[in-house]
Structure formats: structure tokens, C-alpha cells
């Protein structure tokens, strides 16, 4: 299964994204059964693309996550690319769409 780095503060984010080119962010908060439910299935997708940074951050120990991030749900999926994101998807997460989706990006940017 893909390492996911776990982030504490909105420098750790803000670090985490500047020093990978491919970076994804998964946002969670305590006692969501969608946000743990959605993490496995997003680690083993994210499995097939080596190049692409994991990490995770909960909303609950670092509130302001949400509002540096302009977000009102959860979990939150982003991925960016040499800082700029890319794809924002958020509580029910179409695993199919957002697999072509990072398929795309990545063949792109490697």
C-alpha cells in the first residue's frame, strides 16, 4: 500500500506541495465513516503512480485546513502539480472518474 505522510499544519501543506511536482492531499476528519470507507481505495489507486506524493490531514486537529483550502466537507481529495492543483473532488467520490482523471495528469507530467 502507497505511504501517506501525515501533515499537522498549514506549513506542513504548504512544504508537502512545494517539494513534490505530483502531490496529493487527502483530507479527513475524525469519526467520518465516508472519509475512512474512500482512504483505502484511494491509496491502492494511487499505488499505480509511483511519482505522485500521499499525504493526510485532519480537518479536525488542524482546522484550519478548511478554510485554507475553501472547503465545507469531507473527505477532500486534491491533486497538484508543481503547486497548482489539479483535481478537487469531495465526499462521494466516483473512484472510475477520478482514476481517469489522475491517469491523465500523470501520463502529462512524467
Do not use: W
Not at 482512504?39 to 478548511?66: C, F, G, T, W
Amino acid at each position: 500500500m502507497k505511504e501517506m505522510k501525515e501533515l499537522h499544519s498549514i506549513d506542513e501543506v504548504n512544504r508537502f506541495v512545494e517539494d513534490h511536482r505530483l502531490s496529493f492531499i487527502y483530507i479527513s476528519r475524525t469519526n467520518c465513516s465516508v472519509c475512512d470507507a474512500l482512504l483505502p481505495k484511494v491509496r491502492e489507486m494511487l499505488a499505480k503512480y509511483p511519482e505522485i506524493q500521499m499525504s493526510h490531514i485532519n480537518a479536525d486537529k488542524v482546522p484550519d485546513v478548511a478554510g485554507h483550502f475553501s472547503i465545507f466537507t469531507v473527505p477532500v481529495l486534491l491533486l497538484f502539480v508543481e503547486g497548482k492543483e489539479y483535481i478537487r473532488e469531495a465526499r462521494f467520490v466516483q473512484m472510475d472518474a477520478l482514476e481517469s482523471q489522475v491517469s491523465k495528469i500523470y501520463e502529462l507530467n512524467t
